[in-house]
């Protein structure tokens, strides 16, 4: 047991537990359902993923700061237009500029976020509530109340979701999902070993402290907001190269479902706390389940019901056992400590 | 600056949003001619009056440092229970009473998580928007249910031509220039100890503006006798109700100091756990009696009403100066960004610009309601000091004390 301590933080058990859920809840699906483990149900599954993920990732280091960017939906349904619309008119766009495309409308929305909320200190509920109506706004007037149609797109972002980057008992890794680990990879390295990350938990955990510290919090603030934003519009490209048609309703409600995602995934919503790859396991547990019981066809009006018991009670085991656990993991953590002392004092 | 010191009151969230809402009422009134006439001013609530039933005890929530996103799905909820209930050919007395027992059911879990578990309200109310309106999707899965009988839908569509509420409401206006009278003169005191009656600070430009705005209530209410429906009288009732619940009761205090200092007010013994877990309860408990009148007004409910309405509510809720940390606001200002927000929207509507927009224009509304204030705060930290706001009150405190000694 003491041994196992040294190996495992208190916040590896968090993710530990969730990845132990996930299996449960694939074990109990397989069962359930036949044909469950095809590559085809893994393909769904990851598509819904990526594109939930990528986004989640930038909640994430919002919601670390104390704050909440409820505005994401709003952003990729803005910039999945905007993108659609550049693309249709002009074809010969190629995947790079396009996805800077894509990045950089998205950073700016973020950025207005951000400025808002770290340099003219209003909350950033209020903040992000009053913009996911303005971009949803901005849409309508862009678009003219028109859509996107797929035929409309050219030809290498209709291919993009389905090809296939690596292949191996017979699961594909096709880009979208690459896109999302690598976009989790990135910023779960950039939280844990960069100053910015480190100075984003000490903002969350306490920001009279990090104001203190000498930490410029409005500067580390506007920052994580113009990440969500640029992370949103990734999503948004992702959105558009996913679906293909784009009405002015595009990813409405998004928001809340990866709020939900960043909360199962054991993200503190009142910031300090939490990593991206539990986020990242958070989406795909919300995402898996959803899709299964859609699949399940035992009736899908319940899909909602579920889901909804589902993250009260990942919450509540997570406020309860991990609470214990983690009070046991410091009591034991301290008699080292102590017992260290005493043989110092010896 | 001056006017600003002498007069507190105009430095008041309230009276900014009653400048914004006579600014609107005009525009409004000088861009289309349909605007004011008896029935479209009837519209303007009979449109939205679910959501203005909600945002009374979404104020309460807010001010008490909490949040209740699954509101617009207990609506739903709500709605729904009584469509399966009618469906199956219960009686609509009973299917009502199975709704507001829903509506209960939701309050007590959304209570007993927040108040007994501790678990953030916005997690648990989070979780709350997708299971109730989950449950409203088991229930009347894609099938749409209407057909209600006449007197459940004339509540709310058919107008009232009695004349009881006509006289309710000048009655009510009366209260209301009663109130101010006793807020803003010394009449207590000139009657308890037999001071001499004098008023007290607002001094003549207040008096006026109050005096205006009862005059312009008892006006637009008395005409109004005939063009609202029935559910409109409900809600200025409850709106009455909710004020003074908020600031002339014991739990409407508790509710501020429990906003305000969650810790002080445990330590301070007050049953901080009973008032939140009582809060949230009323909340869904008015969610469902708006998903009922949805359900009336609409007259045909699937599984969807009401979705989305949570982000309208807390935007009025936030746009009346109740601080999302809790701890201030008033119901005052909540009615008056009510009035702005539905006034705006209607105007809006009526110029044939789209919902969408309409929404966005609230949107930019609502941060400018803090930001402006935020703003106005660092300009006047950069001004000279004899600008500043500090060394004004500083000099009439000199001055109040020289006159004092001067007086001696």
Known sequence: MRRVRYFIRVQQLREISLLLILAAVIYFFGREIEDYYTARMYNRIATQVALIAVIAVGQTLVVLTRNIDLSVGSIVGFTAFYLGDQLSKNPNIDLETAVAIAVGVGATMGLVNGLIVAYGRVPSIVVTLGTLAIYRGLLVEYSGSQSIQFRQLPDWIKTLPSEVLYENFGLDLRPLPAIAIGVMLVFQVVLLYTIFGRRLYAIGSSPEAAELAGIPSRRMIMLAFVISGALSGLGGFMYLARIGTITTDAARGLELQVVAAVVVGGVNIFGGSGTVFGAFIGVILISTIELSLIRMQINEFWKDALLGAFIMVAVLIDTFIMGWLRALWSRTELRRASSVQKVQSI | ???????????????????????????????????????????????????????????????????????????????????????????????????????????????????????????????????????????????????????????????????????????????????????????????????????????????????????????????????FEATTYVFAVLYLISLGILQFTNFGRYIYVIGNNRAGAEYAGLRVKQVKMTIFVMSALMAAFAGLMYAARVGNIRANAAEGFELDIITIVLLGGVSIFGGTGTMVGVGLSLLVVLNLRNGMSLRNINDNTRASVIGALLILSVLIPNWAQTIQRFLPRTLSGDNLTLDLENKEARESTETA
């Not at chain 2, 507001?100 to 108040?115: D, K, P, R």
């Not at chain 2, 004339?154 to 009510?172: G, M, N, Q, R």
């Not at chain 2, 206006?173 to 001071?195: C, H, K, P, S, W």
């Open chain 2, 1 to 227: 600056m001056k006017l600003l010191e002498r007069y507190p009151w105009l430095r008041r969230w309230e009276t900014l949003l009653f400048v914004i809402l006579c600014a609107a009422v005009f525009i409004n009134i000088s861009l289309s001619e349909h605007y004011f006439n008896i029935d479209n001013l009837a519209n303007i609530f009979h449109l939205s009056i679910e959501k203005a039933f909600v945002v009374l005890v979404m104020a309460l929530v807010i001010i008490n440092g909490e949040i209740d996103l699954s509101v617009a799905s207990v609506m739903g909820l709500s709605a729904s229970v009584l469509a399966y209930e009618f469906e199956k050919g219960a009686s609509l007395e009973s299917a009502i009473s199975y709704a507001m027992l829903a509506g209960l059911a939701c309050g007590l879990a959304n209570g007993f998580f927040v108040a007994y578990l501790n678990i953030p309200s916005l997690v648990v109310t989070l979780a709350g928007l997708i299971a109730y309106r989950g449950a409203a999707r088991i229930l009347l899965e894609d099938r749409s249910v209407g057909n209600f009988p006449e007197w459940f839908t004339s509540f709310a569509l058919d107008d009232v031509y009695v004349s009881i509420p006509t006289l309710l409401f000048v009655l009510v206006g009366l209260i209301l220039i009663g109130t101010l009278v006793y807020q803003f003169t010394n009449l207590r005191q000139a009657v308890e100890e037999g001071a001499a009656f004098r008023f007290r600070k607002p001094g003549p430009v207040g008096l006026v503006l109050i005096t205006v705005l009862a005059a312009v209530l008892v006006y637009m209410l008395a005409l109004s006798s005939g063009a």
